[in-house]
């Protein structure tokens, strides 16, 4: 009998072990190896410089599982200047210096220096990372990355196979002409882009759909499968039911996406799970991502266009255009029909009914029902010292030499503007006219807020600088998801919170404010570090349009050496190693 008792004390020890060591180990660790450095590459067909990883563009899409640890070995092979990764829509908890914001989470690698990213992926769905040191997204460093669901688990819809597409823009001026560009006094507007790219390839100069407009000036893409910019085409099989997953990183454009003939359900946004609601057609805008679901159902013998439209912008860009493939059909049979006609450019009022029905998945998390803090920022337009700039509460965001993280973690003082910036901006500023002074200027100051506290969020549209202008800002906060609580049209006022939906609204981590209208998002600051928030179109942020927002940063634990080497922390670094 003892002996039974001796099995049974020894069997309950070793799976107590085995348990606590699966605790422990939790999912794999999945290990990268990347060189970032330019290369030669054609993406629409005229060759350019663009930024890439281990020779490709766009870069290597890392798949993982919910709760595996990314491991991203990156060596910088630029010549002349830094590089940063940011993982967009991963929350970095517990690993803040791993966001990847040059001067907010940690210094720019250098040239010649190997940087690791190591982070878990926490939650499943479909993110992208990007570069986040001055304009090196619009150069072309990015790519995707995909979480599947943990092992054991299963999502709330089912599919036969899933696709993974990738929405960019494409200027032949090179990224470093762009920001010379836009400081530049008077600014030198970009301009629209040159090209629309899916996965990294468009067509320039040419179109795959010519063939079906009679009057076009634009002549029938030749392309042969091996070419860099030849479209990937996504092969289906009859009456089986896929998942796309797509995800905009576009530099400027916001995008209308649809698939000939076909409908799509939309399920998930931001790694976040949606009621499901049928489309014939979605908007996406610039740090976005999606899952949809569609049925080859049509006929077998066709094959249909893939297109992607500019939205919010009076469009000088072609359609960007790729095949969904019927098997076995030759996936050089183009589609009986031309592609799809997206809504027009302006027509806001056919956005707004689609943002409108994106709601929260039953079961989702409920945001709280009352808010510790709210903060109201306005965006204008305005001019400091004669250059053209964006700001927030009549502030323009410049980030200090000294990573924030750091500096507010060591407590160094003179790292950056210690002036906390304005909560609020005036209550008789007239959101539809432009602003009566333009006069703006520069700030490094950081809002600070209170550990685990809820904070609202209003982000507020204006008139630009010329009248009856202003523009689309799809805004993206690092280290959280926020709930989107509601938008409305003018100035927002106490009485709109009435209109808020806390019943379901959706977790997200990024949205858009409207022209001369207004969103308002809800977050707890529940994760310790400093992050960014910021609109996503590359230019805006380029010129001043973002806040930097910091919580918690004394629980903060060991932040590596490498991620603080420059501005003060560095010499901190260097005086602690000398003594």
């Not at 791993?98 to 907010?104: K, L, N, P, R, S």
């Not at 200027?171 to 629309?196: A, N, Y």
């Not at 400091?384 to 993280?405: M, R």
Request: proline share 6%; with cysteine; net charge neutral.
């Amino acid at each position: 009998m003892k002996d039974i008792y001796k099995v049974i004390v020894y069997f309950c020890i070793l799976s107590s072990i085995l348990v606590n060591k699966s605790l422990v180990l939790g999912g794999k660790v999945r290990h990268f190896k990347w060189e970032v450095g330019y290369i030669h590459w054609s993406p629409d067909g005229l060759e350019g410089v663009v930024l890439g990883i281990n020779g490709q563009f766009p870069g290597p899409t890392i798949r993982a599982r919910a709760g595996d640890t990314v491991h991203v070995e990156l060596t910088n092979h630029l010549h002349t200047e830094g590089v940063v990764i940011h993982w967009h829509g991963i929350r970095q908890i517990g690993t803040p210096w791993a966001d990847g914001t040059a001067a907010i989470s940690q210094c720019a690698i250098n040239p010649g220096e190997t940087f690791v990213y190591r982070f878990e992926v926490d939650k499943a769905g479909t993110y992208f990372y990007h570069g986040h040191y001055g304009m090196q997204r619009s150069a072309g460093l990015y790519g995707s990355l995909i979480v599947d669901v943990a092992e054991g688990e299963k999502e709330p819809f089912l599919y036969d196979g899933d696709f993974n597409i990738l929405l960019s823009d494409w200027w032949h001026s090179s990224s470093h002409e762009q920001e010379v560009d836009l400081s530049s006094k008077p600014m030198r507007w970009i301009g629209e882009p040159q090209t629309l790219l899916i996965n990294g390839r468009g067509q320039y100069n040419c179109s795959l759909a010519a063939a079906y407009f009679s009057n076009s000036s634009v002549s029938q893409c030749n392309i042969r499968g091996g070419e860099q910019y030849a479209p990937q085409i996504l092969h289906v099989h009859p009456n089986k039911t896929y998942r796309l997953r797509i995800a905009s990183t576009t530099a400027l454009a916001s995008l209308n996406l649809a698939i000939g003939n076909h409908k799509m359900v939309v399920v998930e946004a931001d790694g976040n799970y949606l009621q499901p609601f049928s489309v014939e057609n979605m908007d996406i805008y610039s740090g976005e991502s999606y899952s949809v679901l569609f049925t080859a159902d049509q006929n077998p013998s066709n094959n249909y266009w893939i297109s992607i439209s500019v939205r919010g912008r009076e469009p000088r860009t072609p359609q960007g255009l790729t095949i969904l493939k019927y098997h076995p059909n030759s996936a050089s049979k183009l589609p009986k029909s031309p592609p799809p006609v997206a809504p027009r450019w302006d027509d806001y009022n056919y956005s707004k009914s689609f943002t409108n029905k994106i709601l929260a998945l039953t079961g989702s998390p409920k945001p709280p029902t009352t808010y510790n803090r709210r903060i109201m920022l306005l965006n204008t337009q305005n001019l400091i010292d004669g250059y053209t700039k964006w700001a927030i509460n009549n502030v323009s965001l410049i980030l200090p030499a000294t990573p924030y993280l750091g500096s507010i973690k060591f407590g160094l003082s003179n790292a950056f503007d210690l002036k906390t910036p304005p909560d609020h901006f005036s209550h008789d500023y007239d959101v539809m006219r432009p602003a009566p002074n333009q006069n703006s200027s520069y700030g490094s100051g950081v809002y600070m807020l209170s550990f685990n506290t809820t904070i609202d969020v209003i982000l507020q549209n204006a008139n630009a600088l010329r009248e009856n202008v202003s523009e689309i800002h799809p805004w993206h906060l690092h280290g959280h998801d926020f709930w989107v609580l509601g938008y409305g049209e003018g100035k927002f006022s106490k009485k709109d919170e009435e209109k808020f939906n806390l019943k379901n609204p959706p977790l997200r981590n990024t949205a858009v404010i409207f022209p001369f209208g207004w969103t308002a998002l809800r977050f707890v600051a529940d994760n310790p570090g400093v992050w960014a928030f910021h609109c996503h179109i590359e230019p805006h942020l380029h010129m001043g349009m973002g806040v930097i927002f910091a919580e918690g940063v004394g629980r903060v634990k060991k932040i590596p050496t490498e991620a603080l080497g420059c501005g003060l922390t560095g010499k901190m670094l260097m005086n602690n190693v000398h003594k």
